[in-house]
C-alpha cells in the first residue's frame, strides 16, 4: 500500500508540474487578469525610494490612524490596491525556483494520495472526484 501511495504521489507531483508548465508557458492562463502599467518607469523609481528594500505585500491608500469614514473618504478620492513589491536583483525564473516548485508539486501530491488512502471510497469516480476538487482547490 505504501508503494502505491509514493508512486501516486510523484507521478501525481509530476503531472501537476507538467500542466502548470503548459499553462503558464503554452496557454494564457498565466496572464490572465493581470496586465502591465504602461510607461511604469516614474512609478518604479517612486516605488524604490518610498519602500527600498522592503519587500512584501502592501496595499493603498494605507489606513493609518484614519477611522472608518474618514478612509471611506481616502477611497473614495484615491485610487486603491494591492501591491506585491521586490527590491532591484531578482531574477525571472532560476534553477532553484524551479526545483522549489516541483518539490512542493511532488509534496502536494504525496499528502493527497495519502488522504485519498486514508478514505474508503467504493469506485475510482469517487476518489477521482475528490482528486479534482483538491487539485481546483489546491490551484487557487
Do not use: C
Not at 502591465?36 to 522592503?54: F, M, N, Q
Not at 488522504?115 to 469506485?123: I, N, P
Amino acid at each position: 500500500m505504501t508503494k502505491r501511495i509514493v508512486l501516486a504521489g510523484v507521478l501525481g507531483g509530476v503531472a501537476m508540474f507538467i500542466w502548470s508548465s503548459i499553462a503558464h508557458i503554452a496557454l494564457p492562463l498565466g496572464r490572465s487578469g493581470i496586465r502591465e502599467i504602461p510607461d511604469d518607469r516614474a512609478l518604479l523609481g517612486v516605488l524604490h525610494s518610498t519602500l527600498g528594500e522592503s519587500s512584501g505585500l502592501y496595499f493603498y491608500p494605507g489606513f493609518g490612524s484614519s477611522d472608518m469614514k474618514q478612509y471611506d473618504q481616502k477611497l473614495a478620492a484615491n485610487p486603491s490596491g494591492l501591491l506585491i513589491y521586490h527590491p532591484p536583483g531578482g531574477k525571472a525564473m532560476t534553477p532553484s525556483q524551479l526545483i522549489t516548485e516541483f518539490l512542493t508539486e511532488i509534496i502536494e501530491a504525496l499528502l493527497l494520495a495519502w488522504l485519498m488512502a486514508q478514505m474508503r471510497f467504493e469506485s475510482f469516480a469517487k476518489r477521482l472526484g475528490l482528486a479534482l476538487v483538491i487539485g481546483i482547490i489546491a490551484a487557487m
